[in-house]
């Protein structure tokens, strides 16, 4: 079915009706809910559609237009009658051919298994070759004298902390290392930058990551990532001998385009306020995009499925905004900060579902300490489904820019320690999701939308 | 090496010695734990020597022997001194060669996947032939007049419920149906007993489960099991036609032989009191027996590494029972807990474990309402570490004949939403585990038993 079938803009809404104010027996409508979603729900099946059905959706591909079309039919499948798109800016960026050598003291040329780093520059198709300097702290980096990385290939081996629990944790405080920013290691006159995957798996998966140049970047080097035994076994060699590289990548960044946020919603029965769920439509261009974030649209679905099959007479609007280009530039989701700013639409509510869809445990709570009690009274509901955390406070997600607009956000959180052994790889595929943890998470998110709904 | 270099006997204990008592910050403990096993912990690496390297380990074979020395071997190169074995009764049954095809109406026979309960007679090598009759209710089964199921082969369909939030659960309702059981169907004149797999997953992967025969059965039907999809298509089948089943098992029991337990421990520097952990050492004859129960042996010898490692000085003894022969007759854990009786020896705490080695969630606590208290006081220790259930109350593990000595039992209680995709069958191998998953478990085992140590 043809994108066209749907609205670009967002249709008229049908005038509000009233409802007389109902109480409720909130143990029973939770049990209601999840019975239906564990019973009846279709998350996993829409999941292996959109994953092996279409496989990446990168921005600005036509594999990103399959999604949009695959969700805005499904939406319509389970009887949503409010469907348009919104564009959005998306870089156009090909990751193309790329190859990682590594010359050892026999003089032999050996592969590594490498992926670019997104919107990273290319080398042209040339080959790029350099010695490799290892570097593992600030204070290593800070130590160099001036020009001894000129002209190096600098190789950055820093592993995820095992002991931190939350693995998010773990990966945040890596990920924000200036280490691996191509524009700090560019100031050093190095040519090209080489990072151990963050990873919490033990395998030679290349996982990528997006790369951020600034303004005043004079050079843009390549930045590519290898697979932690590959990065294990080059600081093992680089201890032993010098170690040349020669990297080829043929990217390129090909200026901006559009791609369309998707939105879809139930019209609130009392008013027109709106409770926003989300998640991101587009994905790598490998790998199959199934926990990041095929399992946030599944089971955004399904909580509207949820809505639709039981009859729910929700006060307010429920939406669903499927971002765009999340990965690499995040247009989507500040277009819609920007729209619901402009048309000055009150928002309830937003919850964000982007945690690779693994057994949920809580929701992290970004509001007001007021709001945060009223949910707090709320968690005897939750705990027979496993729900018992709510006590973090950050939402990161594409519903972060609404922050700005004062409306309280929430986060699914999940069971963190299988995310990141497949994230941003070619692992990242349908079989690393269980159908069951999957529905859990939808019902909780339905069940956290029902209360709300019902009370703010 | 070779199970001779172990005693088969209790060693003679080196002489208690005292110690001062000492303050401790739980916090700072638990995490010092924590990190230990997080970094430094082989759970996940000795789980995979067992399964990959020794595979199926049913009672009364080579296999178990080989991961009885392997368990041994394994024991003294983490540093314990203390291991011995300890003989108990185990039955020998054997597979052999099993088929089951059904015959449609069109005259073809048609092949299914099943799998033999355990302990199930076969049908000598003969084929074994019958009409197919669903029933999928006591009440249907309370329905059928006399000589109705005279001479017919039954086909149970029950599907785990999946409404229930807790597979645990769920497993154990549908499991202590008496459909399911071959001495109440044999009653009926039934030859046969065909079950459908009780499993959470949707595919065709048959689920073994032992069947117990009563002492009173004038006649012992043979009973396998089949995948899910199978159930569904027999039972869509069965709506428009006659099906005959032909079944052919050679399987049989062979009487009974011996196995042993093996026990380890570390002597407790302040009493000879016990605190003992423990997990079934013995698998199903088929798949790796990986999260049936590689995981809890893995856990249980991770405690005792940790110990080490961190030279913590226990007050009681910290002891590891292997136990054989679980899955067909739990002789084993009988013999345990009749040598503890029999030599007086006083238990502080035991542990189970048998869960799979998924994300831990808290403890089962089956002991006395005083003792329940106390480890409620310890919740916060256990909060940052994902650990919050404490509320369940049952051991049905292999420390459960520990009842009856009144000693308090608690079990790791799991994530239970992917154990019966894999349980008893093919599919429970390796790669099902998650190695930060087994080591957060390991380290609330740690954490616990430590505390309780500590305090007991």
Redesign the interface.
């Known amino acids: 079915m043809s994108g066209f079938l749907f609205s670009q803009k967002k249709p008229q809404k049908k005038p509000v009706k009233k409802t007389t104010v109902a109480k409720f027996n909130y143990h029973d409508e939770f049990k209601r809910i ?2 239906e979603v ?2 009846n729900g279709t998350a996993y099946e829409n999941l292996g559609e959109l994953t092996k059905g279409i496989g990446p959706r990168f921005s600005a591909t036509p594999g990103y237009m399959k999604a949009v079309e695959w969700a805005e039919k499904k939406l319509k499948s389970i009887g949503i009658e409010m469907i348009w798109r919104m564009e959005a800016k998306a870089p156009v960026w090909i990751r193309g051919r790329e190859s990682l050598q590594i010359k050892t003291a026999n003089g032999d040329w050996k592969n590594i298994r490498m992926l670019s780093f997104g919107n990273s520059e290319g080398t042209g198709g040339k080959d790029l070759t350099g010695e490799i300097v290892l570097i593992n702290s600030t204070s290593e980096l800070n130590a160099m004298s001036v020009g001894q990385l000129k002209d190096k290939i600098v190789f950055v081996n820093l592993p995820m902390d ?2 931190i ?1 939350n ?1 998010n944790d773990s990966y945040l405080i890596t990920a924000k290392s200036k280490l691996i920013s191509a524009s700090v290691i560019a100031k050093t006159g190095a040519k090209a930058l080489i990072i151990r995957s963050l990873t ?1 798996a ?1 395998d030679d998966t290349p996982h990528a990551k997006m790369v951020y140049y600034e303004p005043d970047d004079k050079v843009r080097i390549p930045a590519v990532s290898i697979g932690v035994k590959s990065a294990d076994e080059l600081e093992k060699l680089l201890k032993n001998q010098k170690v040349a590289a020669k990297l080829n990548m043929t990217a390129q960044s090909k200026g901006d385009t559009t791609n369309p946020n998707i939105i879809a919603e139930i019209q609130g029965k009392k008013d027109s306020k709106v409770i926003v769920l989300g998640a991101q439509l587009d994905s790598w261009d490998f790998g199959e995009g199934a926990i990041d974030d095929g399992t946030g649209v599944a089971q955004c679905i399904e909580v509207l499925r949820t809505f639709k099959a039981l009859g729910i007479e929700n006060n307010h609007t429920i939406r669903i905004v499927f971002y765009a280009n999340s990965e690499n530039g995040g247009q989507g989701r500040e277009m819609y900060a920007a729209y619901v700013k402009k048309k000055g639409e009150k928002h309830v509510f937003a919850l964000g579902t982007d945690a690779g869809g693994y ?1 949920p ?1 809580g929701f992290s709570l970004d509001m007001s300490p007021q709001r945060r009690r009223q949910i707090f009274e709320w968690k005897n509901y939750f705990l ?3 729900i ?2 709510f006590d973090q406070t950050e939402a990161i997600q594409d519903i972060s820019p609404l922050k700005k607009l004062d409306i309280p956000l929430a986060e699914l959180v999940v ?1 963190t ?2 995310y990141f ?1 497949y994230h941003h790889s070619e692992q990242d595929t349908f079989d690393k999701v ?4 999957l529905l ?1 998470g939808a019902t909780a998110m339905t069940q956290l939308i029902f209360i709300i709904d019902k009370n703010w």
Chains 1, 2 share one sequence.
């Open positions: 999840s019975d564990m019973t095992p002991k629990i693995t919490t033990m057994s445990r027979p489904y496993g018992y955390d069971d320690q299988r052994d269980n159908k069951r943890e859990l």
